[in-house]
């Protein structure tokens, strides 16, 4: 049997192609890419000419199947995505599912990932950590999965388009109320930014900045919420901050 490799690939900034991913990319057989315009234009960056094909959310069934008999006769596979790891919040979770079910060998080859890199900047407490991914689309959808969370004593990450940034962080005021944030922009990229502090100032400076790029918001958790406010330590984030890189 092959190996299944899921491959994190940069979110921005190239050089965060890890060694071993280029080295992986460059000699497996072939690269299952969400997006293979996408790719194509890492690997020719790299100038590697590795085959492609698509594997993404409408033919993972199909292309699934297909996959897993490439794997089975020895073949090797990389999965990746447009950027980052693949299976957080993008394809592959069913890719994965399916080669674990034919006992086919995968390895993970880690690498870049907007969530983590938000938590471990954030400067809010990086455990216990809740991963949330896209909340709902609809306000409704948005408060009702808000209010599962809004008791857990664990900082939240979430990720979310631009133009749902605003009405999702106003949601996000109502069910869990004027919480400490940290939200970053542009992650790796030239213009890299920080927004840290209650989530009504980040609000109205968000509001006023506009909303461009690619945003990671870390939210704390519940109980820091409360031993947070007896803190004095943690007064700073009582001011808004906005650092630009
Ligand atoms: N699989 C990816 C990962 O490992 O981070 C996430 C893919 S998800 C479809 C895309 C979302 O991730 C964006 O809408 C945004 O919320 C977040 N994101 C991706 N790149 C980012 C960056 N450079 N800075 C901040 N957030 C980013």
């Known amino acids: 049997k092959g190996i299944l490799y899921v491959v994190a690939t940069p979110i921005g900034n190239l050089q965060d192609l890890t060694p071993r991913a280029g080295e992986i990319l460059r000699e497996v057989d072939v690269i299952a890419a969400e997006d293979t315009r996408h790719t194509r234009k890492l690997l020719s960056h790299f100038q590697f000419s590795t085959p492609l094909v698509s594997y993404h959310e409408h033919n993972e069934q199909t292309r699934g199947k297909a996959l897993i008999e490439r794997l089975m006769k020895g073949e090797s596979v990389a999965l990746v995505s447009d950027a980052g790891t693949p299976a957080i ?6 890719l994965v599912r399916l080669a674990v079910e034919h006992d086919i060998p995968v390895v993970p080859i880690p690498g870049p990932n907007a969530a983590l890199s938000a938590l471990v900047a954030s400067g809010l407490p990086a455990q216990p950590f809740l991963f949330l991914g896209f909340l709902p689309r609809t306000p409704k959808g948005r408060r009702e999965e808000l209010t599962r969370w809004a008791r ?6 979430c990720y979310e388009s631009p133009h749902r940034l605003l009405p999702m962080l106003q949601d996000v005021l109502e069910v869990l109320g ?3 944030v940290a939200i970053s922009r542009e992650l790796t990229k030239k213009h890299e930014e920080w927004i840290r502090g209650r989530l009504a100032e980040c609000i109205r400076y968000m509001e006023e900045a506009g909303v461009r ?11 820091e919420q409360e031993a947070g406010q007896a803190d004095p330590q943690k007064n700073w984030w009582e001011s808004l901050s906005v650092i630009e890189h």
């Open 178 to 180: 004027n919480r400490r």
């Open 213 to 223: 790029g690619e945003y990671t918001v870390v939210i704390e958790g519940a109980a």
């Open 89 to 94: 919040s993008d394809p592959g979770e069913e």
């Open 152 to 157: 857990i004593p664990a900082t939240l990450l």
